[in-house]
């Protein structure tokens, strides 16, 4: 049994557009593979205490090899090394007042402890950001919470660091881990470490999820027959491309797969990215060299085409470039010519001239969506 909880819709501080959709994904996920859930969106205290308490008495009531599970999206905060779930009406003056207002994350634990049922998963896709640090609440994302035996604690994002809340309707964990929880045949803690792997490649590298584990016994959440080793490798490649919406995934999916079953799915959804309306949003705001990028893509974004070009490149310059002859390097040493605003410009009017096949078959070292930004800034003569 299940209880999942996603809170976005906050009165007194910043709202969490994905939170309640990543709950909603989460429960038809788990209610597909066979959960009894229980879902809250947009709680107060009061409702998510009660829900909690009844969750506890449920598990207490449901013998020892029941599966509990607890799931939450929203705004998470530690002060003094105590995590703390926050309410949708949660008003915080000062750091003393988190004990009044919020959750306590281990009392949730001691809930499902007390059960003393053999396994309990607690996922907490929280610590988006600090939104009461004004008020003394001064640690970053959550703190480390050790697991009881018989319970696996997972976090979106390592402890003491910041999640982000996806560019899409969910965020990079929960889809991430909504897509790795169907696969048949896969016990929960390697699970785990692939989902990790998915959320470093979306967020290139800026968000490592982590979990503590002190499982007695595997649990599996689809424990359907696993498929041959092409077919598992072909679908998790597929649910990453299909989970991107990238142009340059999708495409490549096509080039490793071109008899996949997914082959006309992934052409649906190409048409899509390369349609005249797609192109016509990103052509809504042209870019400009010195600008800060709004792009949607965590790699650029919030930084100018001047500044990026200083820094290193988020993807390999060169398709199969070891990691050690990029990383780190700067990348005015990303071609052989040193980049500049001009040189940046003539990219652009290159992907112009050659069409978006050519922009979509090499991820560019600041990904797909720089590339296009380059072609609607060349478009407008690179201001």
């Excluded at 429960?27 to 009844?54: H, P, S, Y």
């Excluded at 792997?197 to 959440?221: C, I, Y």
């Excluded at 052989?336 to 069409?355: A, E, H, M, N, V």
């Amino acid at each position: 049994m299940a209880l999942v909880i996603g809170n976005g819709a906050y009165a007194s501080v910043a709202r969490l557009p994905n939170a309640a959709s990543d709950a909603k994904l989460m429960g038809r996920t788990l209610t597909d593979l066979g959960f009894k859930v229980t879902e809250l969106i947009d709680a107060d205290q009061a409702a998510m205490k009660t829900a909690i308490a009844d969750f506890g008495r449920a598990l207490r009531a449901s013998g020892p090899d029941t599966v509990g599970l607890f799931y939450y999206a929203g705004h998470g905060v530690q002060a003094a090394g105590v995590n703390y779930l926050l309410p949708v009406n949660s008003t915080i003056r000062d750091e003393a007042d988190l004990d009044l207002v919020g959750v306590e994350g281990r009392w949730v634990v001691r809930q499902m402890e007390s059960a003393r049922n053999q396994t309990n998963i607690v996922i907490l896709d929280a610590c988006r950001d600090n939104p009461f640090a004004a008020a003394g609440a001064t640690g970053q994302g959550l703190a480390r919470m050790d697991a009881p035996t018989g319970t696996f604690i997972a976090y979106s994002t390592a402890p003491g660091t910041i999640a982000m809340d996806g560019r899409g309707g969910n965020s990079p964990f929960t889809t991430a881990l909504a897509a790795a929880m169907i696969r048949p045949g896969q016990p929960m803690e390697p699970m785990f470490r692939q989902v990790r792997v998915a959320v470093l490649k979306e967020t290139g590298g800026r968000q490592t999820p982590w979990d503590s584990s002190s499982l007695v016994r595997e649990f599996v959440f689809n424990p359907g027959t696993a498929a041959a080793p092409r077919a598992s490798a072909e679908q998790q490649d597929w649910d990453s491309a299909r989970g991107s919406r990238d142009p340059g995934q999708i495409l490549q999916f096509m080039r490793s797969y071109p008899r996949s079953m997914h082959t006309e799915e992934a052409q649906a959804l190409l048409q899509q990215a390369q349609s005249p309306r797609t192109m016509a949003v990103s052509a809504t705001a042209v870019p400009r060299f010195s600008a800060p990028l709004a792009l949607g893509a965590p790699e650029v974004d919030g930084r100018s085409m001047e500044q990026l070009i200083q820094g290193a490149p988020a993807f390999p310059p060169i398709e199969g470039l070891p990691p050690p002859a990029w990383e780190g390097k700067s990348c005015p040493t990303c071609h052989q010519r040193p980049w500049t605003q001009k040189t940046l410009c003539d990219q652009g009017l290159f992907y112009i001239k050659s069409g978006d096949a050519r922009m979509l078959s090499v991820r560019h070292p600041f990904g797909h969506a720089f590339g296009a930004a380059l072609k609607a800034w060349a478009a407008s003569g690179c201001p």
